[in-house]
């Protein structure tokens, strides 16, 4: 599509979304009495509406009802997990065994990697990203130390080249092939937080594939963001949260997916509770932990029902709308805030900063990162009074998600007006 930078063209684009009505269904934040510009979706994701009554449920089940509400709530609380097997299999690409929702992202992220990261002689090294999430970076460290391990020797970090950002496809499987008798685990976040890249995750899978490498990705800037099809691409484990894209609250619940292929693999070492026991002895207590099949077996502690609630609400919405729509409209509001900044900023005098997120659709979703050269920091502080509000990271990067499902082409304009 042909974009203008004007207001009419970016209120005809509105005119023309399919999702418009969709913006109504959210509460928008207010700053100085008006609604924001809100660009922080990738951070904490705006409240459906819908939650308050999801939550209101589940509080007159437990005020009227008691413990009776694990059985014979409106939702009963024991199958609670189960709720979420299509919404999220459907986002993810995944069978519904494949998928359990449970705990938080770090601590499922360290579940896994006692399941998946298994070294074993020279092969025990990780393969990550340089400029990984600091939080999964602390679990990779404290994995291998767990293991009697050096941090040093074994995490293997894919690098951009000198004077890139970036990372190209074709150097992370290089160095896949490079240390490929050496590693016991290959994990990448599939949207990096910093840059907004998304990777060539089907790529990196098949490489790992052939040479029999366990791959895992961390959804947490991709799932509700970017199509994703974790089964057919043969990923092994994955995990996410549900506050950014999935705009289920602060904390909200997370979530697991494992591969179908590891499903009745009980020698895998996993973490064990209750929860994840078979549902048919569960309440029998029985002394010895037998593991659900698939993904539910996974699970260690009774669902935290509330959480889950709000995360029921908002999946209703994803439900309706599907990753293709959703998608479609995402890459247009993106593209549309690339083309407004840079046709922009070809006008102005002084070049004050870049955009450090790829160019291509296909490598990036719901998000820009703007690196600023001199005065960032006075810059975001100058929108930020204006009524946006977007994330600003050390030492000169604004980072700004246009988010399809609640953010208009006339907010993305008005930003970019802001901006330069
Ligand atoms: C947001 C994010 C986290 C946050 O972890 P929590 O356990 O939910 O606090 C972790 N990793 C990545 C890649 C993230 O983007």
Redesign the pocket.
């Known amino acids: 599509m042909k974009f203008e930078n004007s207001l009419a063209f970016a209120r005809l684009l509105d005119k023309q979304d399919p999702l418009k009505d969709f913006r109504k269904q959210f509460y928008i934040p207010k700053v100085n009495g008006k609604e924001s510009i809100y660009l922080c979706g990738n951070s904490l994701g705006l409240q459906p509406k819908s939650v308050e009554k999801h939550l209101k449920d589940e509080l007159e089940d437990w005020k009227n009802l008691g413990v009776e509400g694990h059985l014979h709530g409106k939702n009963p609380w024991l199958y609670y997990h189960h709720f979420f097997s299509k919404s999220i299999s459907k986002l993810i690409g995944a069978k519904e065994d494949e998928v359990v929702v449970m705990n938080?992202?770090?601590?499922n992220?360290n579940l896994m990697l006692i399941s998946f990261y298994r070294p074993k002689g020279k092969r025990n090294k990780i393969l990550i990203q340089a400029n990984?999430?600091p939080?999964?970076y602390y679990a990779f460290e404290q994995q291998v130390k767990f293991h009697g391990l050096n941090p040093k020797d074994c995490i293997v970090e894919v690098v951009p080249r000198s004077s890139e950002i970036t990372l190209r496809t074709e150097d992370i499987i290089s160095k896949i092939e490079e240390h490929k008798d050496e590693l016991a685990l290959v994990m990448f976040?599939a949207v990096n937080?910093y840059t907004g890249q998304f990777f060539e995750i089907k790529k990196i899978a098949k490489t790992c594939c052939n040479h029999k490498i366990i791959f895992g990705v961390?959804l947490?800037?991709a799932i509700g963001n970017v199509e994703l099809k974790l089964h057919e691409w043969n990923i092994d484990f994955a995990t996410w949260?549900s506050?950014?894209y999935l705009n289920s609250g602060p904390g909200g619940v997370?979530g697991v997916f494992v591969n179908n292929y590891h499903a009745k693999n009980f020698d895998l070492p996993r973490l064990a509770g209750w929860w994840g026991n078979d549902e048919k002895t569960r309440f029998k207590m029985p002394k010895h932990f037998i593991p659900q099949t698939g993904a539910a077996g996974w699970q260690i502690s009774n669902a935290p029902v509330l959480s889950m609630a709000a995360h029921k609400a908002s999946l209703e919405i994803f439900d309706k709308v599907g990753m293709k729509v959703l998608r479609k409209k995402s890459e247009q509001l993106t593209g549309f805030l690339e083309f407004c900044i840079t046709s922009k900023s070809e006008k102005s005098t002084s070049k004050t900063f870049s955009i450090i997120t790829p160019k291509q659709k296909e490598r990036r979703g719901a998000q820009l990162s703007i690196q600023t050269n001199k005065d960032g920091k006075k810059l975001f502080d100058r929108i930020t009074k204006a009524g946006v509000i977007a994330d600003w990271r050390e030492p000169d990067v604004i980072r700004v998600a246009p988010v399809p499902l609640y953010n208009k082409f006339e907010e993305i304009f008005r930003f970019a007006e802001l901006l330069i």
């Open positions: 938080q992202l770090t601590v992220l990984e999430f939080s999964d976040s937080y961390d947490a800037h949260c506050y950014k997370s």
